[in-house]
């Protein structure tokens, strides 16, 4: 009789212990290629760091490239279900995150990490509570500075950008190349080969990352390294996915929050800036570096213009961009460059 009981209970405790290791999947999605380091060296270190960290009992499962969600709808997405966890660039929901896009102003940054910094403390600080009631941040980064590429020739002041058609990565920078003469095509980082193979644009603004990550190096051939933004990131997580989480799990997706993964995503891309350039450099390109943009002749009046509209537009609507610009010049003097 001992034996038959025991056998019973040793087969129910096995038929229980597959529900009891059974793993919680998570959904990652994100803009950038499969394979690439942004892909490998953040996304997917971040998933595997989960995992081991959770002893297997969360999984995450990595959607790179836009194949879960597009990048203007990846917030949504992720706010939705659609995804659990999402990563793009707030600037690509348009009028979504105002007072976030104050650190992609001109001059606010000369590297990612320096951007990155100023972001995440903005945000911990509680300057952008109000734009991420729905959603679960994880981390905020940035692309460090974005600078004009073009195809057939050297932009070497504001004037030579009049009757170019160019990407913008943001309708604020859309602003400033139209008020130039510029005729600004909006679109995602990852449509940006095929556009400038096909001849949809004669160049555009992106950091020396995006430069090479999205293979712009292969197509443009003159580069004017004038900071014209520094675009916002976020990694984020469905409210109710984290809210349900055991208080264990909760602290293991904890851990990988906050500055210390701002600063690791920020060390990936400074490195992919250096080396985006280096290929520039390589290839032959030509290169020229406006130094103290803001003072500079040429530059300075139209990159402080854009600061000063930016900032003005959003207190005519309501929000405290005076306060949040002079937060994040704060921020700048704190954050290593």
Avoid at 47 to 76: C, I
Avoid at 97 to 114: A, D, K
Avoid at 115 to 136: N, T
Wanted: glycine share 8%; aromatic share 8%; net charge negative.
């Amino acid at each position: 009789m001992k034996t038959i009981c025991y056998a019973a209970g040793l087969t129910l405790g096995l038929t229980a212990l597959p529900s009891l290791a059974q793993a919680e999947t998570l959904r990652l999605a994100h803009v950038w290629p499969g394979g690439s380091k942004i892909d490998t060296e953040i996304f997917q270190a971040w998933a595997d760091s989960v995992e081991e960290d959770s002893d297997g009992r969360l999984e995450v499962q990595v959607f790179p490239g836009q194949t879960l969600a597009k990048s203007d709808a990846t917030y949504e997405a992720v706010v939705d279900g659609i995804a659990d966890i999402g990563a793009t660039a707030q600037g690509y929901t348009s009028g979504r995150f105002p007072l976030t896009q104050v650190i992609e102003v001109p001059g606010v940054s000369n590297s990612s990490r320096q951007g990155s910094c100023v972001l995440q403390k903005l945000y911990d600080q509680g300057d952008l509570d109000q734009e991420y009631s729905d959603s679960h941040v994880l981390f905020m980064f940035t692309t460090g500075p974005g600078y004009l590429h073009a195809k057939e020739k050297l932009l070497e002041k504001p004037s030579d950008l009049e009757g170019m058609r160019l990407r913008r990565p943001t309708s604020l920078v859309g602003d400033m190349m139209e008020d130039l003469g510029a005729q600004p095509v909006g679109m995602p980082a990852p449509d940006i080969y095929t556009s400038l193979q096909r001849g949809v644009m004669d160049g555009l603004s992106i950091n020396w990352e995006g430069a090479k990550t999205f293979r712009v190096n292969e197509l443009v051939n003159y580069h004017t390294e004038v900071p014209l933004y520094d675009l916002a990131l976020i990694a984020t997580m469905n409210k109710d996915d984290y809210e349900n989480l055991p208080d264990d799990l909760q602290k293991v997706v904890d851990e990988h929050s906050g500055m210390e993964w701002s600063m690791k995503a920020a060390s990936v891309y400074d490195g992919l800036i250096e080396e985006g350039r280096q290929e520039a450099l390589d290839a032959g390109d030509e290169i020229i570096t406006i130094d103290n943009p803001l003072q500079d002749d040429d530059w300075g009046p139209v990159l402080k213009d854009t600061i000063n509209r930016y900032v003005s537009d959003l207190q005519e609507d309501g929000l405290p961009g005076a306060q949040t610009y002079d937060n994040v010049m704060t921020l700048k003097e704190s954050c290593e460059s």
